[in-house]
C-alpha cells in the first residue's frame, strides 16, 4: 500500500516538474491547453498539496513521538515510562489511553471545536520553541486549569470508575461533572516532573 506521504512527495514533485515546465518554455500557455496545465501546476496542484500536507501534519502532530519531540518536553515523555504511581504512567502502562496519541488523548479539549483550539495552542509551542524562552519543564503549565470532562470522555461508562465509591457518590458526580471539584484534588500527580 502506498503511504499518504510517498502520494504528497509524488504530487509535490509533480507540481515542481510543471512549474518549471512552464518557466523554460512560456510559449506553452499560448493555447487552451497550456492554459489548462498552467491553471494546474500554478493553482491547483499546490492547493492541493498544501490540504494534504496538512492534513498529514495534522495527524502526525497527535502522536506521542511529536509531542515529546522537543527537548523541554523529555522529562514529560520520560515520566510515561516510569515505575510510579503518576496519572499520566498508568494509564500510558496499563494501555488505558492509545500510547501512540497518549499526550493528545488528555491534552485535548473534547468539546465541539476541541482539536482546533488544541492546535492553536501547539503553534504557541513551536514559537515559543523556536522563537521564545523556552522555559525548564518544571516551569511548564497547562493554560487554563484541567477540565474534568477530558477525564470523564474516557472514565464516565467504565465499570471501575462508576463502581468506585467516591466517584459514584451523587454529590461526588454532580460535582465531577459540572467542574466543581477537580479529578486532580485526588489524583494530584500527573507527570511528576517537578518531584524528579
Not at 498539496?49 to 522529562?75: A, I, K
Not at 467516591?166 to 460535582?175: G, I, K, L, N
Not at 461533572?177 to 518531584?195: D, F, P, Q, R, Y
Amino acid at each position: 500500500m502506498i503511504s499518504p506521504s510517498a502520494v504528497l512527495l509524488a504530487l509535490a514533485a509533480t507540481t515542481v516538474i510543471l512549474i518549471l515546465t512552464l518557466m523554460w518554455r512560456p510559449a506553452v500557455t499560448r493555447d487552451r491547453g497550456g492554459r489548462i496545465l498552467a491553471f494546474l501546476a500554478l493553482f491547483l496542484l499546490p492547493a492541493f498539496v498544501g490540504v494534504l500536507g496538512s492534513r498529514d501534519h495534522l495527524q502526525h502532530s497527535t502522536s506521542t513521538r511529536f509531542c515529546v519531540s522537543c527537548h523541554v518536553m523529555d522529562p514529560f515523555g520520560e515520566s510515561l515510562e516510569l515505575d510510579q504511581p503518576y496519572l499520566a504512567a498508568s494509564h500510558y502502562q496499563n494501555n488505558r489511553v492509545p500510547r501512540d496519541r497518549a499526550c493528545y488523548s488528555c491534552h485535548t479539549n473534547y468539546t465541539m471545536y476541541g482539536d482546533l483550539a488544541s492546535k492553536w495552542r501547539g503553534l504557541r509551542h513551536v514559537y515559543v520553541n523556536y522563537l521564545g524562552d523556552t522555559p525548564e519543564p518544571a516551569e511548564i503549565r497547562l493554560y487554563t486549569p484541567y477540565h474534568n470532562r477530558e477525564c470523564l470522555y474516557c472514565h464516565a461508562g467504565a465499570s471501575s470508575f462508576e463502581e468506585f465509591p467516591v466517584h459514584s457518590a451523587p454529590e461526588m458526580r454532580t460535582a465531577l461533572e459540572e467542574n466543581e471539584t477537580s479529578c486532580l484534588l485526588c489524583h494530584t500527580v500527573a507527570h511528576g516532573v517537578k518531584e524528579q
